[in-house]
């Protein structure tokens, strides 16, 4: 990114003759002058131009114009050392050009510490997911595995409770023929409650079993989204990294240094090896206007049209 600083306008002017006393004189009013306002300097100039031009005879038929210029200033966003200058005074550019380059050797390494910060974020971050996916898996397989198992409890309770079922029936025949007494039934019917509580309670147990196991697969599948399966703590971590990487880069385009408008290099201020910072302008570009100030005796101005205006080059 580079800083542009434009200045006031100011005619560029070609070398006038200095024979004449009148051209002298003019000229040296310019030069005092050259240090105050751009306005009562650029005044100074053409005026001095005027009686260069007219004190020699030479304006009878013609008018002298001078082409406005507007001047501007790069300089960089950033404080460092100045490492190229890619233009030379004189050259023509183009607006957006490169004209000077920042040495980057503290900006890379910054650029690199925080992306090997990321990959290292990164990093943890999949270890993390994948441990998270593990245990998901494992608490799915744990409630799988208790699920067979109370299914397995079942059958053999219901085989247990049929069982039981036959024995009650064959001890009351037993006691009907007065081969059994009435505590072998009340042993046998006190076993026989027992297993019918233990079968009756199996379904709600599977039931609750079943649902639990819903909510593990549901979970290792959003843990295996990676949008909304990562550690919170960890996914700000590696957002606020890629932030600061994105901020590197953008310091690092400061330290390229581009022309902000087409024009002439006029001026070279400072050189590779140099320190600057926003405050010191490394070079000047001229750019010329749409726009001609003609130097024009009173009495003919008067007169005067556009038609009468043509360009002498």
Not at 43 to 53: P, W
Not at 141 to 151: F, S
Not at 290 to 297: E, G, I, L
Request: aromatic letters at 2%; charged letters at 25%; proline letters at 3%.
């Amino acid at each position: 990114m580079t800083l542009t600083h434009g200045s006031s306008n100011q005619p560029s002017t070609g070398t006038l003759p200095v024979a004449n006393p009148k051209v002298s004189a003019a000229l040296k009013a310019r030069e005092s002058l050259k240090d105050m306002s751009p306005a009562l300097f650029m005044i100074a100039t053409l005026g001095a131009a005027a009686i260069a031009y007219f004190g020699t005879g030479q304006g009878a038929n013609h008018v002298v114009g001078f082409a406005r210029t507007t001047s501007q200033t790069v300089a960089s966003m950033e404080t460092g050392r100045l490492a190229s200058v890619q233009v030379s005074v004189g050259d023509k550019v183009s607006a957006g050009q490169i004209v000077a380059l920042l040495d980057t050797t503290t900006i890379d390494a910054e650029i690199a510490v925080a992306e090997a910060q990321r990959s290292q974020l990164s990093a943890e971050l999949l270890a993390e997911q994948a441990l998270l996916e593990q245990r998901l898996d494992q608490e799915v397989e744990g409630l799988q595995r208790e699920r067979a198992r109370q299914r397995e409890e079942q059958a053999r309770v219901a085989a247990e409770a049929k069982v039981l079922d036959g024995e009650v029936a064959r001890v009351k025949r037993l006691i009907d023929e007065k081969q059994a007494v009435s505590g072998d039934l009340t042993q046998l019917g006190i076993r026989q409650a027992s297993v019918g509580a233990l079968a009756a309670t199996k379904p709600g147990t599977l039931g609750l079993l079943g649902k639990q196991i819903k909510t593990a697969q549901d979970r290792l599948q959003k843990a295996k989204d990676q949008n909304s399966g990562l550690p919170a703590k960890l996914a700000a971590a590696l957002l606020v990294a890629d932030r600061n990487i994105e901020l590197l880069k953008r310091r690092r385009e400061g330290h390229i240094l581009r022309a902000g408008r087409a024009g002439r290099i006029s001026t070279i201020l400072r050189w590779p090896g140099d320190v600057v910072d926003p405050e010191k302008p490394v070079l000047q570009i001229v750019s010329a206007e749409d726009r001609v100030v003609a130097c024009v005796p009173e009495q003919r101005a008067l007169g005067m049209r556009g038609r009468h205006c043509r360009s002498a080059g």
